[in-house]
């Protein structure tokens, strides 16, 4: 029989209040506080300026240190505000790029490979960091499925609890803005260079960002057991492929409607109990168009009722770190009774024609809300989170 799993505990670390509270976070998105601003790339002197949204760490921490300072952070934040204290928690890390600014700075310093240096450039590292930092003696799991990596290493660590596989599991995703990343995107032309506007007719691509969010997942009995807040249930997870493209989404969203409905199905709910979805929602032409199709397909005449909105207008797209960030977003979006605007939005897009919630927050009665992820390679995920 399948235990029931809640979110005990949350940790972030974005552009938007970074190292504040979660409350602080919330208002901040739900005022519509846009992060993305025009700045330096991190490492490379090359005179240009780039749209995104960074965390500033300030001088005492190195650029190739800012990776896992901001993932320790918010996993701390998690753990305290979970009151836990059970060194056989495992820990499940999504991650694209792992830690990019270390790889360049060796390249940087001319490409060879000092002492130690192999093994913190891998991306399995920052699971084996925390978890002896903190003496996290339970299963380890690293996840790198693109940009649904943050989702896909909740999804993941929620299912060993439902298995009975293990009890508690912080989990979430990290990365940080790079040279290499903001170069490969702007090859690919997906930068814009104006504003952040998903789902707008003018949208003309992303801005990139940074962040780090962990969740403190456990069966609801032992939470309830030790008085626990609880944030929500984790009432569906599902992730498929389009099996399409290496960079370009489905134009019918084949395999993020796959996740979705798949993901619905486990919940047990109808389409019209779904109160909230925080889109994907890059602002490119052809991801918002695209995930615009699955909503109505996977939703029906439901779709057009419910709230659809893009928290990356105000945080850029933090790569790994999205879909962790985005699933909290629920969460809180729960808590609140509130749901957070997809900022800049100024014309509507006949093609996109659902309730995008433009530029301002919204009281809206939420039980139930659904994240969705999609990522390079066709990558797909959607988690629902749910109330208790």
Not at 40 to 66: F, H, N, S, Y
Not at 164 to 177: E, H, P, S
Request: glycine share 12%; charged share 20%; net charge neutral.
């Amino acid at each position: 029989m399948k235990r029931s799993v809640v979110v005990s505990g949350i940790g972030l670390v974005t552009p938007l209040s970074p190292f504040g509270t979660v409350g602080e976070f919330w208002t901040s998105l739900c005022s519509g506080k846009d992060a993305v601003r025009r700045m330096a790339a991190p490492m490379l002197d090359t005179g240009r300026e780039w749209l995104a949204a960074r965390i500033d760490v300030g001088p005492d921490v190195q650029p190739e240190d800012k990776f896992l300072h901001i993932a320790d952070s918010a996993l701390i934040m998690a753990v305290a505000d979970a009151g836990l204290d059970d060194r056989k928690a495992g820990i499940s890390v999504g991650t694209l790029l792992g830690n990019m600014l270390l790889k360049q700075k060796r390249l940087m310093n001319g490409g060879g490979h000092p002492d130690g240096m192999k093994g913190p450039e891998s991306l399995s590292y920052p699971a084996a960091y925390l978890a002896k930092k903190h003496e996290l003696g339970g299963l380890g799991l690293t996840i790198s499925t693109a940009c649904a990596s943050g989702a896909d290493a909740i999804g993941a660590a929620a299912r060993e609890i439902m298995s009975g596989r293990a009890d508690v599991m912080i989990a979430g995703g990290v990365d940080v803005l790079s040279d290499f990343a903001l170069t490969g995107f702007h090859v690919l032309q997906a930068l814009t260079e104006t504003k952040v506007r998903p789902f707008d007719k003018n949208r003309s691509g992303l801005a990139l960002g940074e962040g780090a969010a962990f969740v403190v997942l456990e069966p609801e009995k032992l939470a309830v057991r030790r008085g626990a807040r609880i944030y929500g249930r984790i009432l569906g997870y599902a992730s498929r492929f389009d099996a399409h493209h290496l960079t370009a989404p489905h134009r019918e969203g084949r395999g993020l409607a796959a996740a979705a409905g798949e993901a619905l199905l486990q919940s047990g709910l109808a389409p019209a109990e779904i109160g909230y979805i925080n889109a994907h929602g890059t602002g490119t032409i052809y991801n918002d168009l695209m995930e615009t199709v699955v909503i109505r397909n996977v939703f029906g005449k439901a779709a057009y009722n419910i709230p659809v909105s893009s928290t990356k207008s105000m945080l850029g797209h933090s790569f790994g770190a999205a879909g962790a960030i985005e699933a909290i977003c629920c969460l809180l979006s729960i808590g609140h009774n509130t749901v957070p605007p997809t900022i800049n939005f100024e014309e509507r897009d006949p093609a996109c024609d659902l309730d995008y919630v433009p530029n301002l927050a919204r009281e809206h009665t939420v039980n139930a809300a659904m994240s969705l992820s999609a990522g390079f390679g066709g990558q797909n995920s959607a988690i629902i989170v749910g109330a208790l």
